[in-house]
T-cell receptor, first 112, second 118 residues
Framework: EPEVTQTPSHQVTQMGQEVILRCVPI?????FYWYRQILGQKVEFLVS????????KSEIFDDQFSVERPDGSNFTLKIRSTKLEDSAMYFC??????????FGPGTRLTVT | AQKITQTQPGMFVQEKEAVTLDCTYD???????LFWYKQPSSGEMIFLIY??????QNATEGRYSLNFQKARKSANLVISASQLGDSAMYFC???????????????FGKGITLSVRP
């Protein structure tokens, strides 16, 4: 069964460093999302992406964040200058045209 | 106001018994969808069940069913015949369709921890 994959599974970085989180959505999916979950808290929406542009973004998704679909398969989230409060689990999700969003296994980002 | 409310702090159920996990929602959008996801300790988000606002019947998927009461704005998840592997965090989520259209995001509740006792 096709699945969303994310790399790395765990990333440790120092405050102020740039990180890129990578996702490979399911191949025929058209809609892509990033969510984050701070430890022990609820899952929060960051950004949605369709037709090579951002459809919607949350207040969390400020100028430090960017997304890109550099080729036909990868979908990346970049944080330019990480802060301690960016430490969280980051989930990528994708959707075809139906209702279900398929989530990847997540990348745990730890900022020290 | 919270869009998704999950107030049960933690639930315990005996193996093989049924359990209901509560979820209430708040929206003025006439078209919306309600979802339940399971998050085991390993961290991944597993889709369980979906209910559309215009669906006439309650959704069912194997041991999972959704008790959808539109007038009360509740979408409770019922797990029948609980198994040890059901121990996890369960999140209720909503997608509102009319405002941002088909690409709408999911809004999640805070989640409920379910522990299944042998």
């Amino acid at each position: 069964e096709p699945e969303v994959t994310q790399t790395p599974s765990h990333q440790v970085t120092q405050m102020g460093q740039e990180v890129i989180l990578r996702c490979v959505p399911i191949s025929n999916h058209l809609y892509f999302y990033w969510y984050r979950q701070i430890l022990g808290q609820k899952v929060e929406f960051l950004v949605s992406f369709y037709n090579n542009e951002i459809s919607e973004k949350s207040e969390i998704f400020d100028d430090q964040f960017s997304v890109e679909r550099p080729d036909g398969s990868n979908f990346t989230l970049k944080i330019r200058s990480t802060k301690l409060e960016d430490s969280a689990m980051y989930f990528c999700a994708s959707r075809e045209t139906g209702f279900e969003q398929y989530f990847g296994p997540g990348t745990r980002l730890t900022v020290t | 106001a919270q869009k998704i409310t999950q107030t049960q702090p933690g639930m315990f159920v005996q193996e093989k018994e049924a359990v209901t996990l509560d979820c209430t929602y708040d929206t003025s959008d006439p078209s919306y969808g309600l979802f339940w996801y399971k998050q085991p300790s390993s961290g991944e988000m597993i889709f369980l069940i979906y209910q559309g606002s215009y669906d006439q019947q309650n959704a069912t998927e194997g041991r999972y069913s959704l008790n959808f009461q539109k007038a009360r704005k509740s979408a409770n998840l019922v797990i029948s015949a609980s198994q040890l592997g059901d121990s996890a965090m369960y999140f209720c989520a909503m997608r509102e369709d009319s405002y941002t259209g088909a690409n709408s995001k999911l809004t999640f509740g805070k989640g409920i921890t379910l522990s299944v006792r042998p």
